[in-house]
């Protein structure tokens, strides 16, 4: 199938397209990093190049994603992301592509009723950052109808042979850690440890990129409307340092920090959907699997 991939030059978009050329896909990839360099704010350059690729589906992973930032500027996220968003729904449509699939947020569950998550849940977003997902998903699904997937990562994590995650600034908990390990950094924070959970530190359902992107692949041809993606386990943050100690053999020095504005206690996917509806189920879903493909990869 032809597929483009907006934001393909970033951590999950990347991956992703290496797994969709593998499996025989042909892909374009759209993103300002990448060259030729396209700019998706660009309506112009958007439609030109879905002119030229005329993909038959979408997948749309470009966008800011730090919630922590886009509460300090929302209009970085209600502005760019949607924009950036819209100009891509627009390209498509003009070039008659049905599929459109979209990352998305478990930020969107601002407040969770009930842990895990399903998808019935209300949709809070608990960022800026979450509600440009909310409003995009909202108008896939007018103008793609059933050709409309929104993905709802949980905490993408891990990497793989060739593809990690190393943003600048980085503010993901797993990168941070193991940059401590390498002696890049002197200690970790950890953001509270004061919440209602277990050992007091927010507890997060850590999802491999590798199984986030099988995700991408299967949602090409089957599925309609919202599926979350998580493993269905919860691990906090205190969990993840000793994780991470036990995998690099460092002390991995930790320190209490207060609370982050924007974090909730618990996020743990209920991802029965997906596993049902597109037969998708995590192939490395223990924490210490990931943890040590990042550290392969950041060693590397
Ligand atoms: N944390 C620390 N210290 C740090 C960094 C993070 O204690 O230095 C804690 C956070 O408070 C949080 C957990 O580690 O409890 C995970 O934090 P991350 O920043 O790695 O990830 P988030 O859960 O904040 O956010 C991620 C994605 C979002 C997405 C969200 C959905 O970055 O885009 O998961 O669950 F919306």
Redesign the pocket.
């Known amino acids: 199938m032809r597929v483009l991939v907006t934001g393909g030059a970033g951590y999950i978009g990347s991956v992703t397209a290496d797994v969709l050329r593998r499996a025989g896909h042909e892909v374009t990839v759209v993103d300002r990093r990448a060259s030729p360099a396209v700019d998706l704010l660009d309506a112009g350059a958007t439609r030109e190049v879905f002119a030229r690729a005329r993909p038959e589906a979408v997948l749309h992973f470009a966008a800011h ?4 930032e886009s509460m300090r500027d929302p209009q970085k996220y209600l502005g760019e992301n949607v924009t950036v968003g819209r100009n891509t729904m627009r390209a498509a449509l003009e070039v008659g592509t049905r599929r459109f699939v979209l990352s998305s ?3 969107l569950y601002g407040a969770p009723a009930r842990v895990p998550i399903d998808e019935t849940e209300a949709i809070r977003p ?2 800026p ?2 509600e440009s997902k909310a409003i995009l998903e909202r108008e896939i699904a007018a103008a793609f109808g059933a050709g409309a997937v929104a993905l709802r ?5 891990g990497a793989t042979e060739g593809r990690g995650e190393d943003h600048d600034p980085e ?4 990168p ?2 193991l940059r401590v390990a390498q002696g890049r950094l002197p200690q ?5 440890r004061d919440w209602d959970t277990p050992d007091g ?5 850590y999802i491999h990129v590798s199984d986030l992107a099988d995700a991408h692949v299967l949602a090409l041809d089957a599925g309609t409307g919202a599926y979350n993606l998580g493993t269905g386990r919860g691990f906090s ?1 205190k969990e ?1 340092v000793e994780a991470a100690r036990r995998i690099t053999g460092h002390a991995i020095p930790a320190v209490d ?1 207060p ?2 504005p ?3 206690a618990t ?1 743990v996917a209920d991802a029965s959907k997906i596993r049902r509806e597109l037969g998708w189920s995590p192939k490395i879903p223990r924490l210490d699997d990931i943890v040590a493909s990042a550290w392969r990869w950041m060693s590397r």
Request: glycine residues 12%; charged residues 10%.
């Open positions: 994603s730090q919630v922590g947020t478990a930020n608990g960022s950052y979450g990562y949980f905490n993408a994590a503010t993901h908990l797993i941070l850690v970790v924070s950890i953001f509270g530190t927010c507890v997060r359902d943050v993840v920090a609370r982050r924007g974090d909730l996020l």
